[in-house]
C-alpha cells in the first residue's frame, strides 16, 4: 500500500512537472505601438521585447470589443461578448460561469490573479486573488484580497502588483504547477508614471501621426459624436498633470471644480519629496501654456507630446516589472518550464484620428499586442500572421495544459502555432461588436468582420456601413461604401458577415 502511494505520488510529480506553469501578464491600453518589437515609434521596451526574441509574436491579434471588462470576460469564457453577458464596462460578471481558471484549477493547477480584475463580482476558480476595486489606483493602491479584506499598500501600483505576484510565486505549492494572472493597471488613464520615468521621457519629442489633425467632417456620423478627441477631450489637469493655478486666467482653459479636485486628489497620494519633484517637472506645462496661450492645431500639438511622455513613462515601467518577473523565473531555474504571455487587454489610441482611448473596430484599438514564450516548444524569434483574436486565449492555455477544451468556447486553440505545426488558422474573418453607448467618449455601437485585407464596419444604431481596404489604407480613412468600383466587395462582406454573425450565435439583428 506504501509504495503504491509512493508510486501515484511519484506519477502526479512528474506529470506536475511536464505539465508547464503558466505567467499571463495583460496591462491596461498598452498598444502594440508601444512596444519596440512591435514598432519604435514610441519607446523601448528591451524585457518585452525578450519574449519576442525568445518566443513568438503575433502580427494579427485582436480583440472582439475593445474595452476592459468585456475584453476579460471574454479571456475568462472563451466566448464573445453576447454569450459570456459582458458587453460593456457596466455589466457585473457571472461568476457561477465555468471559466478558464476554475478548469485550470480542477485540473491540478494552482492558480493566482494579482491585478485589475474589473468585472465586478469578485474572482472565482483562483486559489490566491489580490484584486484592484475599479480601476484602481497609481500610487498607494488599494486592495481586495480573497478575505474580503480592502488593504492600501505603499509604493506604485506597477511595482507593487508585480512585489505581490512574486511573493506569491514565493509561497505557492511547489508540488503543482501554477497558472498566475498578473494583471497591471498601467498605462491607462489618468496616467501618473515613476518620477525616474516621468524625467526620462521629459523632453522627448514624438513623431505625430499623419492623422493627428484629422478632419471629422469627412467622416461618418460616429466619428462627428465621439468625445475622444486629444484636442477637446483630454483633460489638462488630471490627465496631464497641468497645476490648475496655471489656468486660472486663460480663456477657454479654465478648469471646472471637477476638475481641480480630480488633479489634487491625484497629486495628493504622491509622497514627499517625490510629490515635489514631479510637480517641478510638470510646471514647465502650465508656463508654456501661460506664455502661448495655444489654440486648435498649436495646442493639440504640445497636448500630443505630453500625452505621449505620460503614456510612454507608465509603459517603461511596466517593461521594467515584466523584467522582475522574467528575472525571478531564471534565478528559480523556472524559465524553461514557464508559458509566458504578454498582452494588453485592448489597442489605444495615441494621437491616430486626434484621439485618445479605444472601443472602434479600426485596426488602432481593436489590435493587441501578444507574444508568447515557452522555451523548447515555440521557436525563438518566430512571427506569424494568423487571425487570432481574445476567444483563442483560454482554449490554447487549456490546451497548452493538457485540460480538454469545453465546446461552449468559441476560440480556437494556438497551440499548433505555437509549435510551429501550422502556420495559419482555418479562419478568414474575426468578428467584432462593441456595445458602451452612451458611456464614456460617446463611440456608437457597431459590429463587423475584419479578414486579411477588407474590413465590414455597421453603426447599427444609425445605420451607417464602412468597408476598408487594409492593405491599401491601413490607417482606414477611406470608406468606400460609396465607391462602385467595390461594390462586388461589398455585397460579398454582407453576406459573409451574416453568417459569421450567425456562426458565432449573436442575435443582434441587422
Ligand atoms: C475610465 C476612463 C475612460 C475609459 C474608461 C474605460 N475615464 O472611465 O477614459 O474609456 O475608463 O477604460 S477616466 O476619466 O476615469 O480616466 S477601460 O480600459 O477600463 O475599459
Ligand atoms: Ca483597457
Redesign the pocket.
Known sequence: MYRLLILLFAIQTSWAQQRPNIIYIMS??HDADAISAYSHKILQTPHIDRLAKEGIKFNQNFVSNS???PVRATLLTGQHSHLNGVTD?RIRFDSSKTTLPLLLQANGYQTALVGKW?LHSYPVGFDYWKILPG?GLYVNPRFINKEGDTLTQEGYATDVITDEAIKWLESRDQSKPFSLHIHHKAP???FLAPLKYVKQFHTTLFEEPSTLYANMEEHGTAWNLQTMSILKDMKLC?DLKVDPKFLENIPGLQPDAAEISYYHSIMNRIPEPERTELKKLYESRGRILQKQRPTGDALLRLKFQWYMRDYAACVASVDENVGRVLDYLDRKNLTNNTIVVYTG??GMYLGENGWF???WMYDVSMQAPLLVRWPGIIKPGIETNALTQTIDYAPTLLNVAGVAVPKFMQGKSLLPILEGKKKNLKRKFLYYHFYEYKA??TVLPHLGIRGHQYKLIYFYTVKEWELYDLKNDPAEQNNLVLDPTYRTQLDKMKRILKRVKRKYQDPEPL
Open positions: 491596461d491600453d474595452i476592459c471588462g464596462n474589473h480601476q491607462h488613464r489618468y488630471s487587454d485592448q482611448d479605444k472601443r464614456d467618449h
